[in-house]
């Protein structure tokens, strides 16, 4: 193996084997650091949820809760 870095899909959690077939649909930013771009396959870029995971992970912890409550 030498250069070329495989990517993983936003969408899919996919890897994306051809670089030809990948995009950059977003760029997050580290704790520290330049961060990192978000990659998805081209057709599985619409697909892609932007959400902050741990957001996300959050709300999801939130909505279990009140759930739960009601
Ligand atoms: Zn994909």
């Known amino acids: 193996m030498s250069g070329g870095t495989l990517h993983v899909c936003r969408a899919r959690d996919s890897l994306i084997t051809d670089p030809e077939d990948g995009v950059i649909v977003a ?3 580290g704790n520290s650091g330049p961060g990192w771009d978000v990659w ?3 057709d599985h870029a619409d697909d892609v949820d932007l959400i902050d995971p741990d ?3 959050i709300m999801t912890r939130i909505w279990a809760a009140k759930a739960a409550a009601t």
């Open 27 to 29: 760029h997050e930013l």
């Open 40 to 42: 998805a396959h081209r």
């Open 55 to 57: 957001l996300l992970r």
